[in-house]
């Protein structure tokens, strides 16, 4: 009788310890199917490039990092900047179930914030370049440190004046990009102790070439004490050097200015402008793709943040400079009106 007993225990001891083991197996199996369905690289991923405005070379570098891979790229534009449609494209891109998003943090506003971490909860990792949201869930920025460049763009200041007084006026996209705020708040630091130059005003031009024209005009023929500008974003790069040879000012002017211009290269060559900010358009969306890739492959990526270079060019640079404002034509834009 107790041998029978015994081979009874026995049998169930045994029956326990392999539904344990059953059971655990399952369960490893099932969070090892779920962690390879978040990271792995499928058949066919589709990402998603949202740009402010037209960035071919952001464009290129993301198909370049992505062209021995299986993955459907769609660009999306817009004809000028606006932060709600561009938060309506991130959100479309939601819905349809994207794999990947990147794009710009051009607004640090709580409903910017709120479509970042949404892209997040559905599992769908999204990369910040050219501006950061530190605060959101973007998986990483890839991009320029834009306080250390408004500091340089300083310092270019200091340089070009020497014992000149400077009355500067500095044009920005808008006050509320993160990289607009940062490259006033760095140039505005290292001026803080110079004595002979100071920031008169800030013209929100909205990367808009008509409105920057106007504003440039309306300033410059009611305040003729303006000398210089620190032309913190692209467009105006451009713009305000027309608007100079059109009017034809009797005082010289000192130009420090920042986007990837022909025209802002040509003006430091001849000398119209002191400095240029050369940005690496490509190289931020190459590096952002290449985060995604690791993303999916459950790799490491390389930080939080990943700065890239940004060349301050003066005369004795721009000579070696040319064609980069090419536009890649094979890249297939849709376009936000």
């Given at each position: ?7 009874i225990?026995?049998?169930?001891g045994?029956f326990?310890?392999v539904l344990?083991?059953?059971i655990t197996a399952?369960?490893f ?8 369905k978040?990271h792995?690289?499928?058949e066919e991923?589709?990402?998603t ?8 070379l952001?464009?290129k570098g993301?198909?370049d990092a992505?062209k ?7 660009h999306i534009m817009?004809s000028?900047?606006d ?5 309506d494209a ?5 819905y349809a179930?994207v794999?990947g998003?990147?794009t710009?943090g051009?607004?640090e506003d ?10 997040w909860?559905k599992?769908?990792p999204l990369?910040?370049i ?5 605060k ?6 890839v ?5 250390s460049?408004?500091m ?6 200091i340089?070009a ?6 009355r500067?006026a ?7 990009s993160s990289?607009q ?5 760095g140039f505005?630091d290292i001026?803080t102790?110079?004595?002979n130059?100071s920031?008169?005003t ?6 808009n070439?008509?409105l920057?024209?106007?504003m440039?005009?309306d300033?410059?023929?009611?305040d003729?004490?303006i ?6 974003e692209g467009?105006?790069?451009s713009?305000v050097?027309?608007v ?10 000192t130009?420090?200015?920042f986007?990837?211009?022909d ?8 000398g119209?402008y002191?400095?240029n900010?050369y940005q690496?358009f490509?190289e931020?969306g190459?590096?952002a793709a290449e985060?995604l890739l690791?993303?999916?492959?459950g790799?490491?990526l ?8 940004v060349?301050?060019i003066r005369?004795?640079?721009a000579?070696?400079m040319s ?7 094979e890249i ?6």
């Amino acid at each position: 009788m107790e041998r029978r007993k015994r081979q009874i225990y026995w049998a169930v001891g045994t029956f326990l310890i392999v539904l344990l083991y059953s059971i655990t197996a399952v369960v490893f199996l099932k969070n090892g199917s779920e962690e390879k369905k978040r990271h792995s690289v499928k058949e066919e991923k589709k990402i998603t490039f949202i740009s402010p405005l037209r960035w071919d070379l952001c464009a290129k570098g993301i198909e370049d990092a992505m062209k021995s891979s299986d993955i459907d790229i769609k660009h999306i534009m817009f004809s000028k900047l606006d932060g709600s449609k561009q938060i309506d494209a991130i959100r479309s891109a939601i819905y349809a179930g994207v794999d990947g998003i990147i794009t710009a943090g051009m607004e640090e506003d709580d409903e910017f914030v709120q479509v970042i971490d949404e892209a997040w909860e559905k599992d769908i990792p999204l990369v910040l370049i050219d501006t950061d949201i530190p605060k959101s869930r973007r998986i990483c920025y890839v991009g320029t440190d834009n306080y250390s460049a408004g500091m340089q763009a300083g310092n270019d200041m200091i340089d070009a004046a020497g014992e000149k007084e400077l009355r500067v006026a500095v044009v920005v996209s808008n006050l509320v990009s993160s990289n607009q705020k940062e490259r006033v708040r760095g140039f505005e630091d290292i001026l803080t102790n110079i004595d002979n130059i100071s920031v008169e005003t800030i013209l929100e031009g909205q990367s808009n070439d008509i409105l920057i024209r106007t504003m440039v005009t309306d300033l410059l023929k009611k305040d003729d004490q303006i000398n210089a500008f620190y032309l913190a974003e692209g467009h105006a790069s451009s713009v305000v050097g027309e608007v100079l040879e059109e009017l034809d000012l009797d005082r010289e002017f000192t130009i420090v200015s920042f986007g990837i211009s022909d025209y802002a290269i040509e003006k430091v060559r001849d000398g119209s402008y002191f400095s240029n900010f050369y940005q690496q358009f490509y190289e931020m969306g190459y590096q952002a793709a290449e985060c995604l890739l690791l993303y999916y492959e459950g790799e490491k990526l390389p930080g939080d943040i990943i700065y890239t270079e940004v060349q301050d060019i003066r005369k004795e640079q721009a000579g070696e400079m040319s064609g980069v404002t090419k536009k890649e034509e094979e890249i297939v834009w849709q376009t936000y009106y």
